[in-house]
């Protein structure tokens, strides 16, 4: 059976490639463009196997929205990819303080997401 990622980003051209990509290696994907539609998805009954989080967003980022999701009835354990353009010091421990379960920079190492993914 298919993994489905729901990719959250606010940059369209980011949800593209990532779901051109993700859909080649045989993932299924749903998107959105904000957090707040995010946990709306995740709120829904809709199977989501793991998310892939910009952090740096609009109105509400990612660091606000992933103690959220993991507070969420039968969403605690989902897998949630926090994904940074900042690769600066001490960013990878943000997140994870955040509550994401890995991090991964842009530009996005393909190979490297698809070892996370493969990993849930």
Do not use: H, W
């Not at 507070?71 to 940074?84: F, G, K, L, Q």
């Not at 842009?106 to 490297?112: A, G, M, N, S, T």
Request: with cysteine.
């Amino acid at each position: 059976m298919k993994k489905k990622v729901l990719i959250v980003d606010d940059d369209a051209r980011n949800i593209f490639a990532l779901k051109a990509t993700l859909k080649a290696k045989g993932f299924e994907c749903i998107s959105c463009m904000a957090a707040t539609e995010a946990l709306d998805i995740l709120r829904s009954e809709q199977e989501v196997d793991a998310v892939l989080l910009d952090m740096m967003m609009p109105e509400m980022d990612g660091y606000e929205a992933i103690p959220l999701i993991k507070r969420m009835d039968s969403r605690e354990n989902i897998p949630v990819i926090a994904v940074t353009a900042q690769a600066m010091v001490g960013d990878k421990e943000k997140c994870l303080q955040a509550g994401a379960d890995d991090y991964i920079s842009k530009p996005i190492d393909v190979e490297k997401l698809l070892k996370l993914l493969q990993d849930i």
